[in-house]
């Protein structure tokens, strides 16, 4: 325990989860009391609830040193490993919950088939490269098998609680370290498995995936260099998607539960949300001006009444509204596009941020002067 002259109190709410006789999840919160100092990991709380509040507690542990992977929860909204997350900074109340989008065991262990049934059949836990003296002419080495299988990304991963049938960052970024280190691997075989429309193609560039990832293995960006090698490979013949079917089981959150709560957690979320919601107003907008086309066949009074009801407050502030979504949802196309493309995919948040300014400078040019002259009676 640490000095305890540094001793705090921290309140911790545990997401528990307990299977009835019926054979269906009971799942609460409930509040502990821990003390912790400053260099006290949420690891080391959870071992302190177990041994003296809850010894039934369910959680996963191993290294304690972010080698293993088998620690990943969720501290306060955001994927962590609990062995290497300080309490310190948390706040006065710490919430702990189990990994999203996989099925739930029990507290805070999820089932990690699903995990696993994502990744590659031709990527095995040990692969080998025959190593003969003097043939490698490199003065430095890259470790490629970074990733520690902790799921985080999975997790994190907003596509994921809307398509059970995705692959999934991690199985993705490991089918692009098979393109970059084959070893012997058909590389035909990984095209096939990617290429379809829950692979590579299904990432929204969220990148919330490479935000939370402990080992550097940036999958999102994995994800944009595998679909750069998948165009530049001949068009093969029509095939049958390769899908991994869904694990059955309660999971946390799923389908629109499994990106709207999470907003608070960062920028790719954010823009993830509003891409979906701006898409949403871009329908809108052509609605209205399919109305307006409407109302020129019908003559010219009508027309002249279209444009009274166009001058009021309310329908300016509709349209005005209306035209902000279909600009963000260009300009944010473009930025996808690019990131997509594999060009300045390590530099997409900044990019956001490019999109929401321009957003906001050409809807001031365009609506600025006309809404301020309406409201003020000019």
Not at 3 to 28: C, K
Not at 105 to 121: E, G, H, I, N, T
Not at 151 to 177: E, I, N
Not at 222 to 245: D, E, F, K, N, Y
Request: glycine letters at 8%; one cysteine or more.
């Amino acid at each position: 325990m640490p000095d305890a002259r540094a001793i705090r109190h921290v309140t911790f709410r545990i997401f528990r989860a307990r299977r009835r006789e019926d054979g269906r999840l009971q799942t609460r919160y409930v509040t502990y009391e821990v003390p912790v100092g400053p260099r006290t990991t949420v690891l080391e709380a959870l071992h302190y609830i177990r041994r003296h509040h809850a010894p039934d507690l369910v959680y996963r542990y191993s290294c304690h040193h972010a080698s293993c992977g088998t620690c990943g929860v969720r501290v306060n909204g955001r994927e962590r490993l609990a062995c290497i997350t300080p309490v310190t900074g948390m706040g006065a109340v710490v919430t702990v919950e189990p990994l999203a989008h996989l099925p739930l065991l029990a507290d805070l262990a999820v089932d990690m088939r699903a995990f696993y049934q994502r990744y590659p059949s031709e990527m095995p836990m040990v692969r080998r490269v025959p190593l003969e003296e003097g043939n490698w002419r490199t003065s430095r080495f890259t470790r490629f098998e970074n990733c520690i299988e902790c799921g985080l990304c999975l997790s994190a991963c907003p596509v994921v609680g809307s398509d059970p049938y995705y692959l999934g960052p991690a199985g993705l970024a490991a089918a692009w370290r098979l393109v970059e280190e084959p070893r012997g691997v058909s590389l035909a075989r990984v095209r096939a498995w990617v290429d379809h429309e829950h692979g590579c193609w299904r990432c929204h560039t969220a990148m919330e995936c490479s935000a939370v990832c402990p080992s550097a293995v940036f999958p999102g960006e994995a994800i944009m260099s595998l679909r750069g090698w998948v165009l530049q490979q001949p068009v093969p013949a029509m095939q049958q998607a390769v899908a991994t079917p869904p694990m059955a089981g309660p999971r946390l959150r799923s389908g629109l539960r499994a990106w709207l709560p999470g907003l608070s957690r960062g920028l790719g979320m954010w823009a993830f949300a509003l891409n979906r919601l701006t898409a949403l107003g871009l329908v809108l907008y052509l609605f209205l001006h399919l109305w307006t086309l409407r109302l020129l066949t019908r003559g010219a009074a009508a027309w002249d009444a279209f444009i009274q009801k166009a001058k009021t407050p309310p329908f300016l502030v509709l349209d005005g509204l209306l035209l902000l979504a279909v600009l963000f949802h260009g300009l944010n196309g473009l930025r996808l596009a690019l990131v997509a493309s594999g060009r300045g995919q390590h530099h997409h948040r900044k990019a956001l941020w490019v999109v929401v300014a321009l957003t906001l400078l050409v809807w001031l040019l365009g609506m600025g002067d006309l809404v301020r002259r309406v409201l003020l009676g000019g």
